[in-house]
C-alpha cells in the first residue's frame, strides 16, 4: 500500500506544482496583456540612477488621439525627496505613474531621470529601479512568505520577516498559525486591500530601489489601516526619491510638495500648509473630506453605541 502511495503522492505533488505554475502564468498574462507596446529602442542602454531626481518636461499624453489627458506637465521631484499628485477623480493622477513607469509613451514633452530620457533607456533597467507599489497588487496562490519574496527571490527568511515589519504587516501574519507558511489566495487567506498594499510595501522594501511610486488604492479604509500604512509608507520612503498619487489627502500632508491636477493641467501647488493658506481647490479638497471622515467616525459611533 505505502508503495503505491508514495508515487501517487509524488504525483499529486507535481500536479500542484504544476497547476501553481500555470496560475502564476496566468496572472503575469493578465499583467503582461494590460501592458501596450512600448518598444527599446535600438541600442538603448541601461538606466544610471545616481541621485534619483525625477523631471517631467511640459508632458501631453493621450490615451486616445481625440482625448487629451495630461495637457503640458512640467514638475521636479528632487532626489529623496517626496512629491504627492492629489486631484478630483479623473484629473490624470494614474496616469502619471503610468507614464513613469512607461506602460504608456507620452505624446511629447520629456521625462527624465538623473537627465536620462527613460524612452532612451531599456525598460528592464527603469522598471529594475522604479518600486512601485500599485492599486492592485496582484498575489499568487502561494505562502505569505512567496508573496513577499516576490520583491527580491535571494532575500532570506530573516530579510523577509524584517521587511514585513518595516510595511506593518508582521503582526497580521504572525496571527495566523501557520504564519509566514500560511497559504494567499483563492483557497487560503484572503487579504483585504490595506493588506495586500502593505504586502506590495513589504515587497518594495526587500527590492530597495532609489525610486520609489506608489499609487495609493482608491478604496476607503479604516483609519487604523490607513494609519498603519501611512506609517509603513513614511519609514520606506525616508531618503528615496518617491512620487506619490494620492486619493486619500492624509496621506500626503508631511509631503515635500503638493501638486494639485485638474483635468491634466497643475492649477496648484506647494506645501500642505501653503494650500490650505491659498483656500482654493485644496482646501475645499481638504474641508469636504474632513467633513465626510466626520460623519463616517459619528456613523461609527453611533454603530457603537446601538
Ligand atoms: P481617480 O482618482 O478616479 O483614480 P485619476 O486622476 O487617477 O482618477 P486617471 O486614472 O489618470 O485618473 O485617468 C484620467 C483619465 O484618463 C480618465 O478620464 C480616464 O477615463 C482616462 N483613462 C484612464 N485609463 C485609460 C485607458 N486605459 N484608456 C483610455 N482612457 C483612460
Redesign the pocket.
Known amino acids: 500500500m505505502i508503495q503505491l502511495y508514495q508515487p501517487l503522492n509524488f504525483m499529486g505533488m507535481v500536479y500542484r506544482e504544476i497547476k501553481q505554475a500555470i496560475i502564476d502564468i496566468e496572472k503575469m498574462f493578465v499583467v503582461l496583456s494590460q501592458k501596450p507596446e512600448v518598444k527599446d529602442i535600438p541600442g538603448a542602454q541601461p538606466l544610471i540612477v545616481t541621485s534619483g531626481n525625477i523631471r517631467f518636461e511640459d508632458v501631453r499624453f493621450a490615451?486616445?488621439p481625440e482625448?487629451l489627458?495630461l495637457k503640458g506637465l512640467s514638475f521636479e521631484v528632487p532626489a529623496g525627496k517626496t512629491v504627492a499628485i492629489v486631484?478630483?477623480?479623473?484629473?490624470?493622477?494614474?496616469?502619471?505613474s503610468?507614464l513613469l513607469f512607461r506602460l504608456y509613451d507620452i505624446s511629447s514633452g520629456k521625462i527624465l531621470i538623473d537627465g536620462q530620457d527613460i524612452r532612451n533607456v531599456t525598460q528592464a533597467s527603469l522598471r529594475a529601479s522604479i518600486g512601485m507599489v500599485p492599486?492592485d497588487t496582484v498575489l499568487f496562490n502561494d505562502t505569505i512568505r512567496y508573496n513577499i519574496r516576490y520583491g527580491r527571490w535571494d532575500a532570506t527568511d530573516a530579510e523577509v520577516e524584517q521587511a514585513a515589519q518595516l510595511a506593518q504587516i508582521d503582526s497580521f501574519i504572525r496571527m495566523s498559525p501557520k504564519g509566514y507558511e500560511t497559504q494567499v489566495g483563492e483557497r487560503g487567506l484572503k487579504l483585504s486591500g490595506g493588506e495586500k498594499q502593505r504586502v506590495a510595501i513589504a515587497r518594495t522594501v526587500l527590492k530597495a530601489p532609489p525610486i520609489l511610486l506608489l499609487d495609493e488604492a482608491?478604496s476607503a479604509l479604516d483609519s487604523h489601516t490607513e494609519h498603519e500604512i501611512q506609517g509603513a509608507l513614511e519609514r520606506v520612503s525616508r531618503n528615496r526619491t518617491s512620487l506619490v498619487?494620492a486619493?486619500r489627502l492624509s496621506t500626503v500632508v508631511s509631503a515635500d510638495e503638493i501638486i494639485v491636477?485638474d483635468q491634466?493641467r497643475i492649477a496648484e501647488r506647494g506645501t500642505h500648509s501653503q494650500l490650505l493658506a491659498t483656500d482654493g481647490l485644496y482646501a475645499s479638497m481638504w474641508n469636504r473630506q474632513r467633513e465626510a471622515e466626520e460623519a463616517r467616525e459619528k456613523l461609527a459611533r453611533i454603530g457603537d453605541d446601538g
Open positions: 490615451y486616445d482625448r489627458i486631484g478630483p477623480s479623473g484629473a490624470g493622477k494614474s496616469t502619471i503610468r492599486q482608491t498619487i486619493h491636477l491634466g
